[in-house]
C-alpha cells in the first residue's frame, strides 16, 4: 500500500425504516430484518478480522448507509469497538443520522463512544419537498435534531441538502440554504435529485409522471455555490461546502471524503461496500444474505477486483480531481493535454495555480466533461 496518508475506514449499515423512492444505496427496510441485525454484526466482525491485516492504523472511520441510526446505540457502539484499536489518534469518526432518530440518548452515547462528527440527512427544510422525497422526518424534527446535537457538543456537523426536485423554483432552493447556513453547521453536502434507474422515481419517470431540467439544475447548483461562499463557506468538492476555519485557508473539510478523490486507500466493511489499497478497487457483495453467506463459507465477502493500472490510475486522478477545488497536479494531465488545458482555462472552467488544473465554478459544474477531454486522446 503505497501512500503517504493514512487510510479511510468505512462501514456500510444496510438498514433503513423505509426505502425513500429515490435511492439506489443498497439498504433493506427495517421491517422484517430487524432480526438480521445480530447477524449482520457478527458479520461485519468477521470480515474486519479477515480483512484488516495488512492495513496501517486507519485516521477516519465514517458509519454511513442505509440509517446507521435506526441501530440501537449500543449496536453502533460495537461498529466502532470493532475497529477502535486499529484507530490513530486523532482520529475523525462520522456516523450518518436520520433527524427523526435524533435523541439526547443516542447523541450520549455516541460521544461516549468516541464519535466526533454527525452526518445529518435534512434533505430540504421544506414539508412539501420532504413529503414528495418519501422523507419520514418533517423540517421541525430537522431543526429539533439540529438543536439536540449541539447541545451535545459534537465537533462538527455536516447537513445533506437535495436540489433540483421537479419544478423546483430557485427561490425555494434559496430559501433552504438560507436556513441551513442560519443554523452554521460545519459542512454541507449538495446533491442534485438523480433519477436512478430502478428506484420509483425511475419508473415515474418512465411514465412521464415527471421531467427533470439539466439545465434548471445547473442553474440551482450555481446559484447555491454563490450563496454559500458568500456566508463563508468554500466549495471544495463539486457537493461539498466546509466552513471556513479561523486560521487562513483552513476549513472544516471531510477528512474522510476526501480520500475518495485524493485515491487514498480506504477500507470497506459491510454489504456492498467498496475498497481500494492504491493497487486495487474491490466491492463486497450487494445483498445482506449473499454477503454473511460469503463470510461464512470463504471468509471472503468481496463479489468483484480491478487491478488499477497506470493509465487508469491516471485517468481515476483527473476524474477525481477536477471535481475538487484543489484540482488535479498538471503533471498527472500531461504535457500532450497542453491545448485542452490552454481551452478549459480560457472558457474560464479552471485555472493554474502551483502546479495543479484547479477548477472554477463553472468548472465543477462540467468536471465530467473535462474529465472527458482531458483523458481523451488528443491526437483525435
Ligand atoms: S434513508 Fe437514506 S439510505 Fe435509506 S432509503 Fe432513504 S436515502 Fe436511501
Keep these: ?61 465514517y458509519i454511513g448507509g442505509g440509517t446507521p441510526s435506526v441501530l440501537d446505540p449500543e449496536q453502533i457502539a460495537s461498529l466502532l469497538d470493532t475497529a477502535r484499536a486499529s484507530l490513530a489518534q486523532p482520529a475523525e469518526i462520522t456516523v450518518e443520522l436520520n433527524p427523526a432518530d435524533v435523541r439526547a440518548a443516542l447523541l450520549a452515547a455516541l460521544r461516549a463512544a468516541g464519535v466526533n462528527r454527525l452526518s445529518l440527512g435534512v434533505q430540504s427544510f421544506a414539508d412539501d419537498e420532504l413529503a414528495w422525497l418519501g422523507r419520514r422526518h418533517d423540517s421541525a424534527a430537522a431543526v429539533r435534531a439540529i438543536a439536540l446535537i449541539r447541545e451535545a457538543d459534537f465537533g462538527s456537523l455536516g447537513l445533506d441538502l437535495i436540489y433540483a426536485l421537479p419544478g423546483q423554483d430557485p427561490s425555494r432552493w434559496r ?55 458568500d456566508a463563508g463557506y468554500e466549495h471544495y468538492e463539486v457537493s461539498n461546502f466546509a466552513r471556513l476555519a479561523g486560521d487562513p485557508g483552513a476549513s472544516l473539510r471531510s477528512r ?26 474491490w466491492w463486497n457483495a450487494r445483498d445482506l444474505d449473499g454477503y454473511a453467506a460469503a463470510l461464512a463459507e470463504r471468509g471472503d465477502a468481496r463479489a468483484g477486483e480491478e487491478r488499477i493500472d497506470a493509465a487508469m490510475a491516471r485517468l481515476e486522478a483527473i476524474a477525481l480531481g477536477v471535481r475538487t477545488a484543489d484540482g488535479v497536479a498538471l503533471a498527472v494531465v500531461g504535457d500532450e493535454q497542453r491545448c485542452n488545458v490552454d481551452r478549459i482555462c480560457d472558457a474560464g472552467w479552471a485555472t493554474r495555480r502551483e502546479g495543479a488544473l484547479c477548477p472554477t465554478r463553472e468548472g465543477l459544474l462540467r468536471a465530467d466533461g473535462i474529465a472527458r477531454l482531458l483523458g481523451s486522446d488528443p491526437d483525435t
Design 256 to 281: 474522510h471524503n476526501q480520500k475518495y478523490w485524493s485515491r487514498t486507500p480506504t477500507l470497506g466493511l459491510g454489504p456492498a461496500a467498496h475498497s481500494f489499497d492504491g493497487e486495487r478497487r
Design 175 to 229: 430559501r433552504n440554504l438560507q436556513r441551513a447556513v442560519a443554523l452554521a453547521p460545519e459542512h454541507l453536502s449538495c446533491y442534485a435529485l438523480t433519477v436512478a434507474p430502478g428506484t420509483p422515481l425511475w419508473r415515474r419517470a418512465a411514465r412521464g409522471e415527471i421531467v427533470t431540467d439539466e439545465d434548471a439544475s445547473a442553474a440551482l447548483f450555481l446559484d447555491g455555490s454563490r450563496l454559500l461562499c
Design 1 to 61: 500500500m503505497a501512500s503517504r496518508e493514512r487510510p479511510g475506514l468505512y462501514i456500510h449499515v444496510p438498514f433503513c425504516e423505509r426505502k425513500c423512492p429515490y435511492c439506489d444505496f443498497y439498504s433493506v427496510p427495517l421491517a422484517g430484518s430487524r432480526a438480521g441485525i445480530g447477524g449482520y454484526l457478527e458479520s461485519v466482525a468477521c470480515e474486519w478480522r479477515q480483512a484488516a491485516s495488512g492495513w496501517p492504523a486507519f485516521d477516519t472511520l
